[in-house]
């Protein structure tokens, strides 16, 4: 292989975690910046800013002609947001590697105040993520929660001209950009649990192509593929995509596998959560017995209607 061909995204956050797995695949055999190419590819949810990615369509406009440039061997590996990663990809592809995962907290950055709770009544809080909007919700019901879509830096200047007095994005997001200094405060993992698979790199690739799965296997992090295994499992069972408001993380220490799931009603009047914890070589089963005990919980007509 002459140049190995990473298929990212076009924007900053995107870019940087092309150029970290790029960094980490040189460190770890020794190659030259001259071996790889990023090439970018448009999506469409990076073009559609005018309505909410629930009503386009879903997770999968992150993704979509970046797998089809995959499949048609116009790049080697994709590089993904995992949280961004619909639960079912197209046959012939496979998540085979995960970057070690980053801060997984959302961070709020607030203009009229430093925390969520200190905002006055009725500020307005911009998010596009209908997790995060239903948890804004729960903890602050009078607060009017607006529509922000657009990349961090996009969203930062809605901010900054006083679209809402404040927001909330990933922690891990901010980082590595270098941003972590806009953080006005970070969420508490129990009150304000993250996306599944928020804050870790996927790296998805051509099933059966040895050459690139093995260069992918010195930088794997064995600990985060176990995690988001369960999380994306849990994902999975709950048929979860950007139209339900669900939240899984998982972490493992010691070989051993601690998982905290949340469904919750796009009003946050309304959830259900669940924990599990057992060996991290279970973690894919761990996460679809959690879906299968918090829809018990929940009844099956909890969905109905916001699915």
Not at 167 to 189: E, Q, Y
């Amino acid at each position: 292989m002459q140049t190995l061909k990473i298929g990212t995204r076009g924007s900053p956050l995107a870019l940087a975690q092309a150029h970290e797995t790029q960094a980490r695949l040189m460190a770890a055999h020794g190659m030259p910046a001259e071996a790889f190419e990023v090439v970018v590819i448009s999506t469409s949810g990076d073009r559609i800013q005018d309505r909410p990615l629930s009503e386009a369509g879903g997770k999968g406009l992150f993704t979509k002609e970046i797998e089809e440039a995959l499949l048609a061997g116009a790049i080697d590996i994709a590089v993904h947001s995992s949280k961004d990663m619909p639960t079912v990809l197209p046959g012939g592809l496979e998540l085979s590697a995960f970057l070690p995962r980053e801060d997984a907290r959302d961070a709020f950055i607030g203009k009229a105040a430093k925390r969520i709770i200190d905002l006055p009544q009725g500020a307005k809080v911009g998010s596009s993520s209908l997790r995060r909007q239903a948890l804004i919700r729960r903890m602050r019901p009078d607060l009017d929660v607006v529509m922000f879509r657009g990349n961090v830096q996009t969203r930062l200047r809605k901010l900054e001209e006083g679209v809402a007095e404040g927001t909330i994005l990933a922690h891990a997001g901010l980082k590595r950009l270098g941003l972590g200094h806009v953080v006005t405060d970070l969420m508490p993992l129990d009150a304000f649990p993250p996306a599944p698979g928020q804050g870790a790199i996927g790296i998805e690739t051509r099933i059966g192509d040895g050459v690139v799965e093995q260069m992918l296997t010195a930088i794997h992090d064995v600990p985060t593929g176990q995690a988001l295994a369960c999380e994306r499992a849990f994902l999975a069972a709950l048929d979860g995509s950007c139209r339900t408001p669900i939240a899984g993380y998982a972490t493992i220490a010691d070989g051993k596998l601690t998982f905290a799931g949340l469904i919750i009603s796009p009003d946050g009047t309304q959830s259900h959560e669940v924990k599990a914890e057992g060996p991290a070589q279970d973690a894919a089963r761990i996460g679809t017995d959690a879906a299968r005990t918090v829809r018990a919980k929940a009844g099956e007509n909890f969905f109905d209607g916001w699915v």
